[in-house]
C-alpha cells in the first residue's frame, strides 16, 4: 500500500467508544487477543471499558467446557483474555432474567444465571437468544483511550442483529466495509502486509 494511501486512513475520523458500539481492530494490530477482531463494547464510562469479542469460536461444545450445562445448540465464544475460565453472555431475553443489564434495543447483558438454566431446560431459550462467552475484553479507565490515539480501533454502530448473528466467518470484513469507501479498502488488506 502506499504512504499516500495510509496517510488518507490515518486522517480518518474512527469514532468514539460508547456502550452499545462496535470496536473494530485494525487491520495489522499485533496483538493475538485482539487481531481482526469485532468488539462489543457492553460498559464504557470513566472507570473503564468492558466487551465481548463476537468472532472467535472456541472448538468445543459448551456442555464439554462447562459442567452441568444443559443441552446448547450454539457455540461457545472467546470473550476476550480477562477472566478466561468464567462464562458471560449476552442475550435478547430482557425481564425474564432478573439482573440483567440493558445495552441497546433488546439486548442484554448477563443477569441470574440459574433463571437462564431454567430457560435453556425448559427450551424457551437456545442459540438465537443468547450467546455464551469464556472470558471478556476489559480496558482500565485510560487504556482504551490510549489504544484510540494510537488508532487501533474503529468505532461503528452495533445492531442487535450483527452481535447476535452466528455468521462470524466474515464479520470483521462486513462491519469495516459497511463503514464505506476507505474502510472497505481496508478490510481487503491481507493478513500479512507483505503479500501485498
Known sequence: MSDTFFNRIDSLDLGTPEKGK???SEPFLPDPNFSRTVIFLTEHNNEGSVGF?????LDIPIEEAIDNFPRFDGPLYVGGPVDNTSLFYLHTLGDKIKGCHH???NLYWGGEFDEL???LISGKAGSKEVRF?????GWDETQLDKEMRQRS???ADATVEQVMSTEIDKLWQKVLSDLGTNFAMMAKFPVDPTLN
Open 117 to 119: 438454566k431454567s430457560l
Open 53 to 57: 469479542v463476537l468472532n472467535r469460536e
Open 153 to 155: 480501533w474503529i468505532v
Open 22 to 24: 462496535f470496536l473494530i
Open 133 to 137: 462467552f469464556t472470558g471478556y475484553s
Open 103 to 105: 445495552i441497546i434495543d
